[in-house]
């Protein structure tokens, strides 16, 4: 926006409010308070300076009272009459002069920020259900830009309008609602963009609490087991607005990621949060978070301290990272007014919190005096106000539990609704110099010019080459058979032309595996819930072909795939290979390297004509119900082809049949085998999350229990196999302190029946024998080869993995800030010959933020067996190996 017609439209904001107040807020040296907090308290509005320190608040002719807020800095309040023009009002902020109390520290004596910290801490839980809802207008700024990025990558990022210099904006203004336990509601009313597509992507609030134990995975200062992590200091007291407020400095006792660094100021008495200023790290990316807080009152209850609750006013994010090369720089910024709040009634209570550790005397006489249980905080309150720190938790802990158990789905840990109103992109430029809460900055106002000529230029560029984009989107070229396409045949149906792609085996030589798939979506929408996802049908058809040059053949198969929310079912039928292990531990892209490069043929083939049903079936996603149906003919496949870039590989290749201790001999004739299998799966304890109307599972996971039992069913349909597989398992994932992690893998099971059986029948183990791991970490043995204790008897495995935060290496801070981890596990595999296999093993997880390395030993009774190295991905990064 131009200079002179900002000025014209501050006119009209001005003519249309009447008047305000506008200044600067600086030091007493005359430095600037950039972001620094206003808050109105007759209309409960809020307002942030800019980065110079300049603010321009428009207000109704009336009489206000405006609180400056910065932090380190006092509080200063200014009572004004506003008429009809805007009063200009500098404010001067003095350094907070911080006393400290007079307590010496001593070996003997702790520090005094103890026993403030667990005050606050006991009270942090009574501070998440003091409010039974809340509703507020939030101002949202969002910024970022690249400071620097690799040279390789300039080209290309030019090209798109990314400059080093360039800064992306996005403005909102949204009607936020909570209400108790966990509902969360944001409605945005106003997008600000510029270009003519209309549809940047505004900020979402954040709702998140540092009352709560943990924050973006983070454990907050304020959690029950904060002193675990972290140290504390006093470092003084205040007055503020005739409230004592102690300031904290808060030091993790192990740097490292999901911790804070910082101060937190705690209001006395009330012990709730006044502001605070925290730092915290994540895989290397920094995230500085600054909050000031309010003293909020209920409308109906001016000056009754029991009905006031200290909420955030304004909230700042920045973050700053270099990732890769590229060096990036963003800031979101948060100004929160006109709220409105409800008390929760059972907790409208005044109480005085004794630290036990501290006032020893006086908490023995508070536990003998109310020896009573099972009390509600409110009952128990009303007969004195005095509560120790720990009864204050254990009665807060109890009364979340009894209005949890209450809710119409206990299992719903927070409910989130988001909702951009129809004509939050047609708000003028009046309404956001009325709304801002500072003015922008030349360099915001340069970043919004920058993106509107961009998206004129590429409006231009569109414009005259629009035949070939709709030639590239919609239509086929010859080229596409090649390098791929996907093309829009209507409004729900789409159809693909899948990337080539193959590898080389022993068996076939080199393949070529081409696939194409129709999508065709069925889509109902809510019309009472329309923010609400849609219920949608999906069907995928997908003829895949396979040619195997060695051989000098085609195969192929059709699979039609049927999905709902809650169902799938999978139809497929055709002539293709698979591997006798039918999981695939090694991948096709791994085996060609080891065949080529090693002179290792690990991968073991062979043929069906077969005809598969797959059905899954969900109930309240907690409990699954699966089965499975195969009708195949099997043929034995043999190698073909001894090439390899490695010139013993003639004399190392092996036989296409596999070697395992129970059989001699693993070949097999071409026989007909009709196998059937039924499962369940249960998550009894599982958590969710809804948005937006849907259900999504919440992250803590619950232990997982499976029953499975498979069959191969004689004379039907020709069918050669007879046996009887039962099996169990059990599947955990446990946090352990801030980022330790332990997964647990069991499985037990037993052949009832083994009158009819081939090799392919047998139960076979994740085993690994190439340098790379691309199987599940908890669950897949290291050095394990990969058929040689297949079994048709019965077996137990155990994968154990666990994730430490620090160890040996990352007892270095450097290392965790860099996002490495370290990782110790055990895997153990008992049936009858397989000598009690064992794997130790340790591994560095997060080696430039994608890779791991681990190094494992085997054991079979004990005695050493074999070691290696193997490279993986990162376990904290999910990745599809499948050719599916």
Known sequence: ?????????????G???????????????????????????????????????????????????????????????????????????????????????????????????????????????????????????????????LRDYPWLAKKMLEKEGITKDRLFITESVNEIKYTRPHKYEQKVIA??????????????????????????????????????????????????????????????????????????????????????????????????????????????????????????????????????????????????????????PALVVAMDVIDEKLEKEEAKKIKKQFSQKNQQIKQRLENGKEITAKELKQLTKAYEKTEQKEQKEPDVISESRYKIDSTAYKKDSVFWVDIR???????????????????????????????????????????????????????????????????????????????????????????????????????????????AFAREKLTGFLRADYRTR???????????????????????????????????????????????????KQFNGKYFFRTQWSLARRHELFNNNNYSFNERSQTQFTANAPTTVELPDTHFPQHTAFIGSVGIEARPWQKFRIWNGNKYDANRPSPTFTLDYKKGFSQLFGSDVDYDLLEVGFKESMRTGITGRLDLNLKAGKFLNTRSMYFMDFKHFAGNQTPFITSDPAGSFRLLPYYIYSTHDQYFSANVHYHFRKFLVTRIPRARLLGISENFFVNYLATPNSNHYTE?????????????????????????????????????????????
């Open 1 to 13: 926006m131009k200079p002179t017609l900002f000025l014209f439209f501050s006119f009209i904001s």
């Open 15 to 145: 003519s249309l409010f009447g008047g305000g107040v506008k200044g600067l807020v600086k030091t007493n040296d005359g430095t600037a308070l950039p972001y620094a907090s206003i808050y109105v308290k007759q209309t409960g509005t809020g307002a942030t300076t800019d980065q110079n320190g300049y603010y321009e608040l428009p207000l109704e002719p009336g009489h206000y009272e405006i609180i400056y807020k910065y932090l380190g800095y006092e509080s200063a309040t200014r009572i004004i009459e506003v008429a009809k023009d805007f009063i200009e009002l500098n404010i001067i902020l003095k350094e907070q002069n911080i006393l400290l109390q007079g307590i010496t520290v001593t070996a003997a004596k702790e520090d005094p920020a103890y026993t403030i910290m667990r005050k606050a801490i006991a009270k942090a839980k009574f501070h998440t259900q003091q409010l039974d809802t809340y509703s507020a207008k939030v101002y949202i700024k969002g910024k970022g830009k």
């Open 191 to 344: 997008v600000y963009t510029q270009g003519k597509d209309q549809n940047g992507s505004p900020n979402q609030y954040f709702f998140g609490s540092f009352y709560e134990p943990e924050i973006a995975e983070t454990v907050s200062p304020l959690s029950p087991k904060a002193f675990t992590h972290y140290k504390f200091e006093y470092l003084g007291t205040f007055k503020d607005a005739g409230y004592d407020i102690s300031k904290i400095k808060v030091t993790p006792r192990s740097k490292g990621d999901n911790v804070f660094e910082g101060t937190i100021f705690i209001v006395e008495n009330e012990w709730s949060i006044h502001s605070l200023e925290l730092i915290a790290t994540k895989l290397g990316i920094h995230f500085k978070v600054k909050q000031i807080y309010h003293p909020i009152e209920e409308k109906d209850h001016p000056n009754d301290p029991t009905r006031r609750v200290w909420m955030p006013v304004s909230q700042e994010a920045i973050v700053t990272g270099k990732v890769f090369g590229f060096d990036f720089i963003g800031s979101y910024h948060a100004t929160v007014k006109e709220y409105k709040i409800k008390l929760n």
């Open 437 to 547: 809460p500072a003015p922008l900055d030349k360099e915001e106002i340069r970043g919004y010019k920058k993106t509107d000529s961009l998206n004129k230029v590429q409006q231009k560029r569109d414009e005259g080459d629009t035949l070939h984009s709709k030639k590239h989107h919609k239509g086929f070229r010859p080229f596409d058979i090649v390098t791929g396409n996907y093309y829009s045949v209507s409004k729900n149906a789409s159809f693909q032309i899948h990337f080539p792609w193959g590898g080389y085996n022993t068996v076939e030589g080199v393949n070529a595996i081409y696939r194409l798939s129709y999508y065709n979506r069925w889509v109902k929408k809510d019309s009472l819930h329309p923010e609400k996802k849609p219920n949608t049908r999906r069907l995928e058809i997908s003829p895949t072909f396979r040619y």
């Open 566 to 616: 809650t169902a799938r079912i999978t139809l497929s039928s055709g002539r293709y290979i698979q591997q006798f292990n039918n999981e695939e531990p090694i991948h096709p892209f791994i085996n060609t390297f080891t065949t080529l490069v090693q002179g290792q043929n690990w991968m073991k083939l062979y043929e069906r004509d077969f005809v598969d049903v797959n059905f899954r």
């Open 840 to 884: 130790l093993g340790y591994g560095l997880n997060g080696i430039l933020r994608l890779f791991r390395l681990e190094f494992a030993t085997s054991f079979q009774n004990g005695t050493y067996s074999n070691n290696g190295f193997r490279i993986g991905i990162a376990t904290n990064i999910t990745v599809q190996f499948s050719d599916n």
